[in-house]
């Protein structure tokens, strides 16, 4: 799980909770009397359509332990384009190295003499 970043929540990046939830709101609110003993910053947020209550540091109150509501960032999905390749020599599968060429929307690269074309096929990357 990547770790809360308070900066990249107020600009509006994802958020879930340690069990998994999706934060459907979230709202930053300075000195609150959170712990009935003084005061100081907190997060409030909405997940699981329930209101909840954790430290700027996205930690719950208590934080001795890791509670299930504790906030991290959500992972991002990225897809890339994988040229796949079939050895003429060794029948092993490879791929090779490619780039988007962003000003004409295509992959660019070199031919292989030594492989057959097999396809391109897309992978995800969780980021």
Do not use: W
């Not at 999905?77 to 962003?102: M, R, S």
Request: one cysteine or more; charged letters at 30%.
């Amino acid at each position: 799980m990547k770790p809360f970043n308070l900066e990249r929540a107020l600009s509006g990046d994802k958020l879930i909770t340690r069990n998994g939830l999706e934060v459907t709101e979230f709202h930053y609110l300075k000195s609150v009397d959170i712990t009935k003993h003084k005061d100081r910053d907190c997060i409030v947020f909405v997940a699981g359509g329930e209101l909840h209550t954790v430290t700027i540091d996205g930690k719950s109150v208590d934080d001795r332990y890791d509670h299930p509501l504790d906030l991290f960032m959500a992972s991002t999905k990225k897809t890339y384009p994988v040229l796949i390749f079939k050895d003429k020599y060794t029948g092993k599968l490879c791929t090779i190295e490619q780039q988007l060429n962003e000003n004409e929307n295509c992959l660019v690269y070199e031919h292989l003499d030594y492989a057959y074309f097999l396809g391109i096929f897309p992978i995800e990357i969780e980021e």
